[in-house]
Structures are given as structure tokens and as C-alpha cells.
């Protein structure tokens, strides 16, 4: 009997996940463990296993094709063993009577083996009329309809688009120029980037509050710290690490900002976890930091460059991205001194960092340089007012330019 | 004309027949209490008075018999006018319409012809329940040698009306029950409608709805909440099913690339399934941009509660909540 290969479901609100790119192709041998396919989730991709040995007898999704979780993706089995032609809607479709099975056998043989899967298009009949009289291959065309289908409204931007390319000389109206621009498909992470931050955005009132830091004993804290660190772990402390550190321990003292808003609710974590804001290829992800007011700056060190480097590499687990209380957003590698972070929800606060130059600036009647740091502040307005919030904001400034507080 | 004169859909179906049967004696109406009672709906109210009571004939309360007389009058060279009272109790007159009706013209070679008109009211929405609210036209659609009609304004109604007595052929007549109170311009003298044209009651360009009887009053309503929305609704009303204008409808949906298919009748084996298919096979399939979408009754027998009997049958919203699914864009 044929095992069945499911989409995952890797978090409580993964719905659907993209297929990337499948390792095995139809009738490969495949053993328990063995890396079947890549897998897109919201933030993710993640390598599902083949929880059977035999050979992988049907593949249904191709890349790029979506598929809600635990929908069968494929199925693994003897070689030469009936499964059936589609993917069977629902769990109880794969249950096949023995007899039927073997009626089907035989055609299934010519089937699967049948080479790379093809994707059917889904086009309206009068999109494919026009892709025909134009010349448009259908499958270069993102189609807005359900499911993808491509529409004449489609065909007609693409129609549009290729006159303007074959008479580049012809002069361009506006439309022409418009459409061709190029289109991409808002889809996976960046989707979902889109919708929370629109989310946030219009949901919670943001106020944002602006500070300086001076890092100069900070500076000292991480020079003196960094062989040490760098012995015991092998990882480098940087600044990051002392921020986070800072930020959990004000976030410990002021549990007022320690807090999530859940509809009529306001509710105030036990724990302190820090998510990170982290560029990836095409967006963003935030790991969090889990109990960072626990840690020291040696085991903060640690796992937050494990995370980092998940997170470039687009290995992060959904648990690696669950559970933050707090987000801190770094953009102190540009140049960028102040900036409106948006808040990442349901969190109550996020912490804009930006970078440290040196500035002059006035110390008991003198200016001198320093090597300044902002901090810009965002907080939920319906949770918290602009009093606690700043005094928030002044503790971190307080621990970030006196550090030492940190190691008591 | 500043004034045009107003009727409800009742009083053009039975100014049409005092008319005709004041030009031509063989003209004559029969059916169950359409004497002194006026019929079950008041349509042949007062006919009576004028034609007395050979040529407004009330029969015994067998449709069998009043449909076997009619097409024994119409080969003899009569032109009866039959009413049930019920569109529903075509089915004690099945026999006569469709085995002897329908088929003898074609049987004798031409040389009998059935000038029938079978009026009957059908549709829901009189808390008649489920033997008095069907919409079973196109069970007379499916029979070759019938036409079937279903005007949905009095206009329509006069119109048709006429030509299906004059037409040799017999014609069954549907008249939704809800419809005759509803006013409308209807002209006063004599007038004919083609049988097998059908009218564009609405002009428009994202969607086309073909809607039959009440239902394109419905669709009317609902193009009106669409086009605040900005979705620009053509709705084609067929009046006649048998023969249909399906060159209309394709005109039409080639222009618009959506079509939403509306009646009263059970959605599944209703006439909206023909309608869809003759679309499909059209040129206008390559044309279409969304799937062809059906709107019809619900597979039960019509409730007698007002509110389930409602929630049977397509309404303004569900027909609103079709078009936008058809129009889908993102």
C-alpha cells in the first residue's frame, strides 16, 4: 500500500505551503529520512522527509504550486503500485479498494513514470484566444483571477507589454509605458509582510519616540568582553547582543511594555523575548530570542548569530520565529540615524536602532566627540501612554550608556 | 407620448384575449371556475359578461379532459385558449400535451395543426406550497412540437400573447403568479411579439445575466446595488424558451466575456443548464473570461413557511453575490 506524502503543516496558522523544489523525481528509491522536497511557508523553507522507504511513485505539485497542509503532495510506494492519477482531495480518498487498484495498475504504469510534471495553466477561454492571436505564451502570464487563472485583463497588460518592447522606437503612450513595467506576484513572505504590516500600521495609533545613547562605554564593554567571549564560545559579541541585552533588561523592570494587545485584552508576558528583525533575500524575518533578560552576553552571543545565520540561510523553524514580546529593528549598518519602526503585532513596542558615529556633543561645558547612538522608539498608543513609554526609553538609554549595570 | 397608459400584467393577458376574441370566433377560452368566479387569479374576471358562456367555458375539474378537449378543438379548426389553474397540474395533463398536442402535427404530415395556448400561473412566493409553486418549464421545454413562453412584464405578456394565438402551433403559456400585480406600460391597441425574440431589459457592459419571469425583475433590482459598485450589468430576458434567441445571448455575452444564468426553476436540470451548455458550444465561448454561472431554486419542494419558501429561490442578494463572484478581479 502507497504512503502517502503530505504538505506539513509547520505552525498553528500555516494554511497552505509553496512547493520550492523536489529532490527525488518519480520513480527515484527513496529511504525513511531522505529529503523529498523544499517546502515555502509564510517565512520559512523547510526540507520534508520521506517518512517511508520504497519508490517515490507520484509527485502532484511542481514548483511554485500551493498547496493547503495536509493535502497529499505525492506518494511513495512499490514500484509499479496504483495510486491515483490526481491528488486525492481529503485524507479518506486515499484509501483504495485492493481490486480497483489493480484494474488501475496498468495505466498507472504508463503515467508514472512519465518524466518532470507538467503545471496546467489556468486561463479563461478568451485569455487564451487573445494569447493565441497575440503570440503570448500563457505560462509566462501571472494570472490575477482564483487559483491564479490568467484573464483577459491579464493577456491584455502582457499584449500591451510586448508592443511596447518589438516598437521600442514607436512613440510610447503612457499606458504602453506602464504596462511595461515589470509585474511580480505578491505572494509567500512578502505577502505576508504586506498584510502585517498594513495590519499594524492601521490598527495601532504608533507614536515614536526618539533618544541618543552614548555608546562610548559600550564601546569599552565590547572591547574588553570580545576576546573573552570569542575564547568561551567562538562567537564574536557585537553590539547587537549589548543592545538586546540592555533592551530585555529595561523590558524585565518595565513590564507595562512587556505586553500584547488581544482584542478587549491586554495581556503581560512572563517572559522577556526578544525578536530580531533580520534582512533576508526578498524580505524580512524576525527570530526571537527567547528569555534574553536570562542571558548572558556569551549565550545571547551564541544563539543570536545560530539564528542570524538560520535566517539567511532560510532554515528557520516556525518555533525559532514564535513567541516575541518585543522586536528590535537594527539599521545601524547604514547610515541611517533615526527612523519609524513598525510595530510588529501583537506586540505593544518596537525599538528602532540606528548607527553609531561619533558626534560632537556637550559634556560638563566642553564639546567633545562621542560615538552616538538614536533610538527610536515605537509604541501602541492604545496600551500604553507617551510617560511610560519614554521612561522605557530612558532606562535603555541609562543602561546602554553606563553597561556595566548589565553584568551585576 | 407624455402619458402612456398603465396596466398590471393580469390586464394585459386578459385585454389580449378580449381583443382577440372579439376579431375572431374561434377564439375561445375554457378552464376550471374562468366563468362567473373569474379564474383562480381573476384574469378571465368578467369575460363572462361579454362572451357568455360558450366561449367561456368552465369545465369539470379534470385537466386530462380539459387538455384532450382543447386539442380535439384546435384540430377542427378551433383556436382554444386553455388556463390551469396551477402550472403544476400540467401533470394530469401531460399526456395530452405532450404525447397527442405536441406530436400530431408532425404525425399527419401537416395536415392537422394545433392551435393551442395552455395559460397556466407557476412560480412561488403566495405561500401556495409545494403543489401550487413549481417552475417546471422546462419539463415543456424538453418536448419538440411545444413553444413555451414566459413573459415577465404585462408588455411582454400582450405581446406574446397574441402571437401564441395566432401561431398553428400549440404554445404553453407561463404566467408567474407574483407578476400579475405588477403595472407597466402596455398599449391599447391590438399588438404582436415575435415568439423566439428575446429583449434586453438592461443595457451594460462587465456582465451579462439571462433572467427568466420574476427573476429579471430581481436582476433589474440587483444591476442597480452592482452598479454603485461600479459593475455595469446587461440583463437579457429570453420571454420564450422554445423557440430561444440564443444569438442574442451570445451577442451579448461576446461583448461582456461573463454570464450569470438566473430562474426560479430548481437549479439542477433547469433550463438555465441549456442555456450555459448553448453558450459553451458558441462562439462566444471563446470569449467568456470567468466560468458561466447558474443561479436556480433549491433541490426541495417549495415550503409553505414564507421564510423558507423565500430562502428556495434565488433573491436580489444571492444574484449580487453571483455577478461579483463572476466578475472576480483583483
Known sequence: MATAVFMPKLSMTMETGTVIQWFKQE??????????????????????????????????????????????IGYVGDAGEAVPDLPPSSESNIAKDSTEAQHEQKDQQVSHFAGPITQKIRATPVARRIARENGIELGAVIGSGPNGRVQKADIELAVAAQSKSASSLAPTTAKQTEAANRRVKLDGMRKVIAERMAASAYTAPHVTLTTEADMSRVVEVRSTLLPTIEKMTGARLSYTEIIVKAVASALARHSNVNVSLKEDVIEHHESVNIGLAVAVTNGLVVPVLKQADRKGLAELTVESKRLASLAREGRLLPDDMHGGTFTISNLGMYAIDTFTPIINQPESAILGVGRIHEKPVGVAGQIVLRPMMSLSLSFDHRVMDGAPAAAFLQEIKELLEEPYQLLA | MSTQRELTYLEAVRECMSQEMRVNEDVFIMGEDIGLYGGAFGVTRGMIEEFGNERVRNTPISEAAIAGAAVGAAMTGMRPIVELQFSDFITIATDQIVNQAAKNRYMFGGKGKVPLVLRTPSGSGTGAAAQHSQSLEAWMAHIPGLKVIQPSTGYDAKGLLKAAIDDDNPVIFYEHKLLYRTKGYVPEEPYSLPIGKADIKRQGTDVTIVATAIMVHKALQAAVELEKEGISVEIIDPRTLVPLDIETIIESVKKTGRVVVVHEAVKRGGFGGEIASLIAESEAFDYLDAPIKRLGGKSVPIPYNPVLEKAAIPQERDIIQAVKETVFRR
Open chain 1, 27 to 72: 520513480g527515484d528509491h527513496v529511504r525513511e529520512g531522505d529529503v523529498l522536497l523544499e517546502v515555502l511557508t509564510d517565512k520559512i523553507n523547510i526540507e520534508v522527509e520521506s517518512y517511508s522507504t520504497g519508490t517515490l511513485l507520484k509527485i502532484y505539485y511542481g514548483h511554485d504550486q500551493v498547496v493547503p497542509v495536509n493535502h497529499v
